[in-house]
């Protein structure tokens, strides 16, 4: 974690497009602090949820794809990088802007499973 708060410039906006569907975050979280929480918090959904990230670049920046454990794509995330440091990060779970990437996930209707179950089921 240490690394990543080293990359985000002190004052980073991480923006969120859902298109009104949930999960969403209605206004931009501004902060390093504030976007380090978010990180934290969404990496314990990854796990849960079994989704994985590809690497990619996006609109000639650096980012990623997440797909869910099937391999259908939930979400693009990309990073606005000046001078170095994370200026902005920008996460796009809209169905209608990634239709064209391919087959979508439904994640929002899969259940959630307890981390402390071990069953993974």
């Known amino acids: 974690m240490s690394g990543l708060v080293d990359l985000l410039a002190a004052d980073v906006v991480v923006y969120g497009d859902s298109g009104g569907t949930r999960p969403s975050w209605p206004r931009p979280i501004v902060g390093r602090d504030n976007v380090v929480r978010l ?5 314990g959904q990854v ?3 079994g989704v994985t990230l590809r ?3 996006i609109n000639g920046q650096p980012g990623a794809l997440f797909y869910d ?3 259908l794509l ?3 995330l990309c990073l606005d990088i000046v001078d170095g440091v994370v200026q902005a990060v920008r996460s796009v779970i809209n169905p209608d802007k990634l239709q064209h990437l391919g087959p979508l996930s439904d994640f929002r209707s899969q259940p959630r499973h307890p981390r402390a179950s ?3 089921e």
């Open 55 to 57: 690497r990619a670049e």
């Open 69 to 71: 454990s099937s391999g």
């Open 74 to 76: 939930v979400s693009v």
């Open 118 to 120: 071990g069953t993974g």
């Open 39 to 43: 990180v934290a918090g969404i990496s």
């Open 47 to 49: 796990r849960e949820l």
